[in-house]
T-cell receptor, first 109, second 118 residues
Framework: RKEVEQDPGPFNVPEGATVAFNCTYS??????FFWYRQDCRKEPKLLMS???SGNEDGRFTAQLNRASQYISLLIRDSKLSDSATYLC??????????FGSGTRLSIRP | NAGVTQTPKFRILKIGQSMTLQCTQD?????MYWYRQDPGMGLKLIYY???????DKGEVPNGYNVSRSTTEDFPLRLELAAPSQTSVYFC?????????????????FGEGSWLTVV
């Protein structure tokens, strides 16, 4: 079983739709969680950190469920520019930063 | 700040050749990392360093070597290149203080180095 698992997608949704991804992690010692965005042939960039109480950044909402060991990302009012691969990251220590394989999102006009 | 800068961006190597991927960061980050990303796959940690003079193996260290003589630089050396090392390589850095917090764990990536071994 992978330490961090994501549905690879692709998710193909119309502009303006709401879309949600889940990510599960197996290491209960994971301390911090993040969502990164990666555009085609580009480096990953931090989208947002994930706080235990849940957090929102504009159209993006991230939540953490430690009991069930998953994190989620919700994107509201999706834009064409949201098309990318979204990477879930679980951080335990410098040597245990586990990236998921990513969920591909494609927004159609 | 330039952030994390890695060179070269593209390189083609012949089997058995050696090369060094350069990485430098100007954010005074103590932690630095090298990842590889194969097509359609996640990032795998090759080596990491928690400070100058300290390096440690990650998940896939075989065939690579690193050094960390300064805080800023973290070069990755490929000895005897093999086709299995064809990949995109990302250097990254982060800051972790004594009292780490969530933002202190944010990892910043370089733009990547596309390496093909033929």
């Amino acid at each position: 079983r992978k330490e961090v698992e994501q549905d690879p997608g692709p998710f193909n949704v119309p502009e303006g739709a709401t879309v949600a991804f889940n990510c599960t992690y197996s290491n209960s010692a994971s301390q911090s969680f993040f969502w990164y965005r990666q555009d085609c042939r580009k480096e990953p960039k931090l989208l947002m950190s994930v706080y235990s109480s849940g957090n929102e950044d504009g159209r993006f909402t991230a939540q953490l469920n430690r009991a069930s060991q998953y994190i989620s990302l919700l994107i509201r009012d999706s834009k064409l520019s949201d098309s990318a691969t979204y990477l879930c990251v679980a951080y335990s220590s410098a040597s245990k930063i586990i990236f998921g394989s990513g969920t591909r999102l494609s927004i159609r006009p | 700040n330039a952030g994390v800068t890695q060179t070269p961006k593209f390189r083609i190597l012949k089997i058995g050749q050696s090369m060094t991927l350069q990485c430098t960061q100007d954010m005074n980050h103590n932690y630095m990392y090298w990842y590889r990303q194969d097509p359609g796959m996640g990032l795998k940690l090759i080596y990491y360093s928690v400070g100058a003079g300290i390096t440690d193996k990650g998940e896939v260290p075989n065939g690579y070597n690193v050094s960390r003589s300064t805080t800023e630089d973290f070069p990755l050396r490929l000895e005897l290149a093999a086709p299995s090392q064809t990949s995109v390589y990302f250097c990254a850095s982060s800051y972790k203080g004594q009292k780490s917090n969530l933002s202190g764990n944010t990892i910043y990536f370089g733009e990547g180095s596309w390496l093909t071994v033929v």
